[in-house]
T-cell receptor, first 113, second 113 residues
Framework: NAGVTQTPKFQVLKTGQSMTLQCAQDMNHNSMYWYRQDPGMGLRLIYYSASEGTTDKGEVPNGYNVSRLNKREFSLRLESAAPSQTSVYFC????????????FGPGTRLTVL | AQSVTQLDSHVSVSEGTPVLLRCNYSSSYSPSLFWYVQHPNKGLQLLLKYTSAATLVKGINGFEAEFKKSETSFHLTKPSAHMSDAAEYFCVVSDSGNTPLVFGKGTRLSVIA
């Protein structure tokens, strides 16, 4: 099992450009999450999908959109990137009912110039 | 509302000496509590979790944590630090199986030879 995979690993954008971060899991998990990690801030939840077909906003959703494409895949889209979105993005997944133990991907390091 | 406070942003210990990383939480319910570790440029890995069973929880790599409801604390300890323990540690709380996790801001552990 590959676990949780994310693409790309690194990305540099110019202000105003758009991009989609991809996440996939092969553990048959119901719930998937997108976080951003900034120095001294811990991880902050952007969006999550409790189950296929549903998505909900987290703590910092502004400037992002998500798509739960199927049970395996959960993508994060930046429509018009801003320097404030420079961060490391992590995707995670969990089986519902396991007290929310989450499994994390390796992260995408995004720089917006 | 749930929240978590990691009392130290940085802890430095000598190799072979005990480790103590402090975490206090706030929760309206009987919470689930976790410690995750992040090594440089890596994703997050679960160290241990508390889910209302035994109050002393043992995790991987010799770490353990004690849930103290009266003190609303969940401190992480290890009897003897190893160089490979140098990493960022996150204390995490969840009110229930259906609410997203809330992360502390992290504690960076340095281990000196």
């Amino acid at each position: 099992n590959a676990g949780v995979t994310q693409t790309p690993k690194f990305q540099v954008l110019k202000t105003g450009q758009s991009m989609t971060l991809q996440c996939a899991q092969d553990m048959n998990h119901n719930s998937m999450y997108w976080y951003r990690q900034d120095p001294g801030m811990g991880l902050r939840l952007i969006y999550y999908s409790a189950s296929e077909g549903t998505t909900d906003k987290g703590e910092v959703p502004n400037g992002y959109n998500v798509s739960r494409l199927n049970k395996r895949e959960f993508s994060l889209r930046l429509e018009s990137a801003a320097p404030s979105q420079t961060s490391v993005y992590f995707c995670a997944s969990t089986i519902a009912g396991t007290f929310n133990e989450q499994f994390f991907g390796p992260g995408t390091r995004l720089t917006v110039l | 509302a749930q929240s978590v406070t990691q009392l130290d942003s940085h802890v430095s210990v000598s190799e072979g000496t005990p480790v103590l990383l402090r975490c206090n939480y706030s929760s309206s319910y009987s919470p689930s509590l976790f410690w995750y570790v992040q090594h440089p440029n890596k994703g997050l890995q679960l160290l241990l979790k508390y889910t209302s069973a035994a109050t002393l929880v043992k995790g991987i790599n010799g770490f353990e944590a004690e849930f103290k409801k009266s003190e609303t604390s969940f401190h992480l300890t290890k009897p003897s630090a190893h160089m490979s323990d140098a990493a960022e540690y996150f204390c995490v709380v969840s009110d229930s199986g259906n609410t997203p996790l809330v992360f502390g801001k992290g504690t960076r552990l340095s281990v000196i030879a």
